[in-house]
């Protein structure tokens, strides 16, 4: 089992930044692929971005390319997601997920094992 607890999240104005932070605890020293989803009221939750157990590998979607950023502190089993240049429609709940290696390695489906339980990103314009 691996428990996750997401952080950072608040109001920003358009423009603006944040940092989520990911803190694991648990099984942490399997191999797990990590992500950040998103779901917005009324809309499906959504891919944002992941890394790959070794971090050599990162995924982005489309909507957020340039401007978000994934990376993983190992000795702190903790994972962010900087984000920069935001704009309204960021504004979601965004979720933190671990992918366990057995279940494969779609870093950009939703079939992740593992999920926090939310922080609340809002961009005013």
């Known amino acids: 089992q691996v428990h996750l607890v997401e952080s950072g999240g608040g109001l920003v104005q358009a423009g603006g930044s944040l940092r989520l932070s990911c803190k694991a605890s648990?099984?942490?020293?399997?191999?797990?692929?990590l992500g950040w989803f998103r779901q917005a009221p009324g809309q499906k939750r959504e891919f944002v971005a992941a890394?790959?157990?070794?971090?050599?590998?990162?995924y982005y979607a489309d909507a957020v390319k340039g401007r978000f950023t994934i990376s993983r502190d190992y000795a702190k089993n903790t994972h962010y997601l900087e984000m920069t240049a935001l704009r309204p429609e960021d504004t979601a709940i965004y979720y933190c997920a671990a992918l366990d290696p057995l279940s494969g390695n779609d870093y950009e489906g939703d079939e992740y094992d593992y999920w926090g339980q939310g922080t609340q990103v809002t961009v005013s314009s």
């Open positions: 890394i790959s157990w070794a971090g050599q590998t990162t």
């Open positions: 648990g099984r942490t020293d399997d191999h797990y692929g």
